[in-house]
């Protein structure tokens, strides 16, 4: 090598971003052997060179780390998205701001009160709205009506948002531009559109793009538009989606062709009941196993390939359980010569606790009204009563409920409820009971609540208060005393007529 180089000073060319750094170089190395280092980042300091300055231009540039500070220029955007609904006033917006704060379960009152009254959120909420539907999954759908146009357009600056995009709306549209180029949401979305004009033109156009759909949670998402209009022309569509690599995909395709009593799929399912199960000489209801080298079935049932030669419990009562909930309840009576009542009788008569559960769930998962009528009438309560050993009894509980007109729902709770039973088990029975509760449900909870009750019964007082400040009328406060009937229950009924006053008063701001 040639010539002469000058020795490169490491700190020439370091921006003036890095003064935090060059500022610990120095007090590591000490000001008597490097000078303090120029901070043009930072405020001016005294003008000194010694230690002092250092610590001085240190603290600012301490103080600017902790508070996060990130110099950075952004240009103003103009919001588009138009809104025509109007706005809800001051005064449910501060109610909804508190409801945001801490009391997150009455959100999805409020925003379906919001959508019926035909109301959207201000824009100062949209931030927080979006927040809490990004971790809350199930009132999107409600959110997706009030946050208007200026929400669906805020969301293109948060990805966390972008699952609002996806949500549809009244007035929504194909089109075909956000089908061929959107992001999957956006496709989503205008395949529900039309799906909703033309339940055929959406199969077809969905069926075109499957083969190229890489991803299975893209494929799921899309299938999901069937389920509005969905008729015996989208079996053959769901037959192929039953040979899916993706579990979630299969299991959706299983779900939706559960909904077509009479599709071939159905009559298969009700061929592998007639093959594996029978009335024994005790009248009891018998279910074999089903085999783990049966192909068929696993692919009926939506069900993995076994891993091993040796089957598991669990394998085997997954099998049941899912041919038990997705064959067609109609096989049941047939098969044993019975009405509705006593196939449950028989299965109750088997011993197997599974088996009664899993025909609870068939009714949840297949929404048949007379066959939840009878199971209230026969297991109903003993649902409840066995919830704290089986976690699901109460939710379903809650759905064979919520298929029953409201008024038919509450009078058969109060009639159980008549029976006499616990205090926990009212609670219970009331939390499973969704509103608005009837005026009688409403009245009977009001005078138990009145009603003298022992110390040792304070968790059921308590779920009964939580189950009617959920679901009980708010003007039913005005029959509430004022005053707690019981002090060592006084808090929870307190906060039950809390919280009625702040639903009535949300009612009326509305």
Same mark, same amino acid.
């Given at each position: 090598?040639?010539?002469?180089?000058?020795?490169?000073?490491?700190?020439?060319?370091?921006?003036?971003?890095?003064?935090?750094?060059?500022?610990?170089?120095?007090?590591?190395?000490?000001?008597?052997?490097?000078?303090?280092?120029?901070?043009?980042?930072?405020?001016?300091?005294?003008?000194?060179?010694?230690?002092?300055?250092?610590?001085?231009?240190?603290?600012?540039?301490?103080?600017?780390?902790?508070?996060?500070?990130?110099?950075?220029?952004?240009?103003?955007?103009?919001?588009?998205?138009?809104?025509?609904?109007?706005?809800?006033?001051?005064?449910?917006?501060?109610?909804?701001?508190?409801?945001?704060?801490?009391?997150?379960?009455?959100?999805?009152?409020?925003?379906?009160?919001?959508?019926a009254r035909g109301r959207r959120a201000a824009h100062s909420s949209l931030p927080a709205?979006?927040?809490?539907?990004?971790?809350?999954?199930?009132?999107?759908?409600?959110?997706?009506?009030?946050?208007?146009?200026?929400?669906?357009?805020?969301?293109?600056?948060?990805?966390?948002?972008?699952?609002?995009?996806?949500?549809?709306?009244?007035?929504?549209?194909?089109?075909?531009?956000?089908?061929?180029?959107?992001?999957?949401?956006?496709?989503?979305?205008?395949?529900?559109?039309?799906?909703?004009?033309?339940?055929?033109?959406?199969?077809?156009?969905?069926?075109?793009?499957?083969?190229?759909?890489?991803?299975?949670?893209?494929?799921?998402?899309?299938?999901e538009a069937l389920e509005t209009g969905l008729g015996p022309a989208d079996e053959e $569509?769901?037959?192929?989606?039953?040979?899916?690599?993706?579990?979630?995909?299969?299991?959706?395709?299983?779900?939706?062709?559960?909904?077509?009593?009479?599709?071939?799929?159905?009559?298969?399912?009700?061929?592998?009941?007639?093959?594996?199960?029978?009335?024994?000489?005790?009248?009891?209801?018998?279910?074999?196993?089903?085999?783990?080298?049966?192909?068929?079935?696993?692919?009926?049932?939506?069900?993995?390939?076994?891993?091993?030669?040796?089957?598991?419990?669990?394998?085997?009562?997954?099998?049941?359980?899912a041919l038990v909930t997705h064959a067609p309840l109609d096989v049941w009576p047939d098969?044993?010569?019975?009405?509705?009542?006593?196939?449950?009788?028989?299965?109750?008569?088997?011993?197997?606790?599974?088996?009664?559960?899993?025909?609870?769930?068939?009714?949840?998962?297949?929404?048949?009204?007379?066959?939840?009528?009878?199971?209230?009438?026969?297991?109903?309560?003993?649902?409840?009563?066995?919830?704290?050993?089986?976690?699901?009894?109460?939710?379903?509980?809650?759905?064979?409920?919520?298929?029953?007109?409201?008024?038919?729902?509450?009078?058969?709770?109060?009639?159980?409820?008549?029976?006499?039973?616990?205090?926990?088990?009212?609670?219970?029975?009331?939390?499973?009971?969704?509103?608005?509760?009837?005026?009688?449900?409403?009245?009977?909870?009001?005078?138990?609540?009145?009603?003298?009750?022992?110390?040792?019964?304070?968790?059921?007082?308590?779920?009964?208060?939580?189950?009617?400040?959920?679901?009980?009328?708010?003007?039913?406060?005005?029959?509430?005393?004022?005053?707690?009937?019981?002090?060592?229950?006084?808090?929870?009924?307190?906060?039950?007529?809390?919280?009625?006053? $702040?639903?009535?008063?949300?009612?009326?701001?509305?």
């Amino acid at each position: 090598m040639t010539g002469t180089t000058e020795p490169l000073d490491p700190l020439a060319s370091v921006t003036a971003t890095d003064s935090w750094d060059r500022l610990v170089s120095a007090a590591l190395v000490g000001t008597s052997r490097r000078s303090v280092p120029d901070t043009p980042d930072l405020p001016a300091t005294p003008a000194t060179e010694d230690a002092a300055a250092l610590l001085d231009r240190a603290a600012l540039a301490a103080v600017r780390r902790a508070a996060g500070h990130t110099p950075a220029t952004a240009t103003p955007v103009t919001p588009d998205g138009s809104d025509e609904l109007p706005e809800v006033g001051d005064a449910a917006t501060h109610r909804l701001d508190r409801i945001l704060a801490g009391r997150t379960e009455l959100l999805p009152e409020w925003l379906e009160l919001a959508a019926a009254r035909g109301r959207r959120a201000a824009h100062s909420s949209l931030p927080a709205l979006l927040d809490q539907g990004a971790r809350e999954t199930r009132i999107r759908p409600a959110l997706a009506a009030v946050v208007g146009g200026r929400g669906h357009w805020l969301a293109r600056f948060n990805t966390s948002w972008a699952y609002i995009r996806g949500e549809s709306v009244p007035g929504d549209r194909f089109d075909q531009g956000e089908w061929e180029q959107g992001t999957p949401v956006r496709r989503r979305r205008t395949l529900a559109a039309l799906r909703a004009a033309d339940p055929d033109a959406a199969r077809a156009l969905l069926q075109q793009v499957w083969p190229d759909l890489a991803k299975a949670e893209l494929r799921r998402r899309l299938l999901e538009a069937l389920e509005t209009g969905l008729g015996p022309a989208d079996e053959e $569509f769901l037959e192929l989606a039953l040979d899916d690599r993706g579990a979630n995909v299969r299991g959706l395709a299983l779900s939706l062709l559960t909904r077509l009593p009479d599709s071939a799929h159905a009559h298969r399912l009700r061929g592998h009941v007639r093959e594996h199960a029978s009335a024994g000489e005790d009248g009891a209801l018998r279910v074999e196993t089903v085999h783990t080298r049966r192909a068929d079935i696993h692919r009926d049932l939506a069900l993995a390939a076994p891993q091993s030669r040796a089957e598991t419990a669990n394998e085997r009562s997954g099998r049941l359980w899912a041919l038990v909930t997705h064959a067609p309840l109609d096989v049941w009576p047939d098969l044993l010569g019975t009405d509705p009542a006593g196939v449950l009788a028989a299965a109750t008569a088997s011993g197997d606790a599974d088996l009664g559960d899993a025909f609870v769930n068939a009714v949840a998962v297949q929404e048949d009204v007379r066959w939840a009528r009878v199971v209230l009438e026969t297991v109903g309560l003993r649902i409840t009563r066995r919830s704290h050993a089986h976690a699901n009894g109460s939710f379903q509980l809650e759905k064979l409920l919520d298929l029953l007109p409201v008024e038919e729902r509450c009078a058969r709770v109060r009639d159980v409820l008549d029976t006499g039973v616990g205090l926990e088990h009212c609670g219970e029975m009331l939390r499973a009971t969704r509103g608005p509760w009837t005026t009688a449900l409403s009245e009977w909870t009001v005078q138990r609540l009145h009603q003298p009750g022992r110390a040792r019964d304070s968790f059921g007082y308590r779920e009964i208060c939580d189950a009617a400040a959920e679901h009980m009328p708010p003007q039913h406060l005005a029959d509430l005393r004022e005053e707690a009937p019981f002090e060592h229950t006084a808090d929870a009924y307190l906060r039950l007529r809390g919280t009625l006053r $702040f639903r009535l008063d949300m009612y009326k701001e509305l």
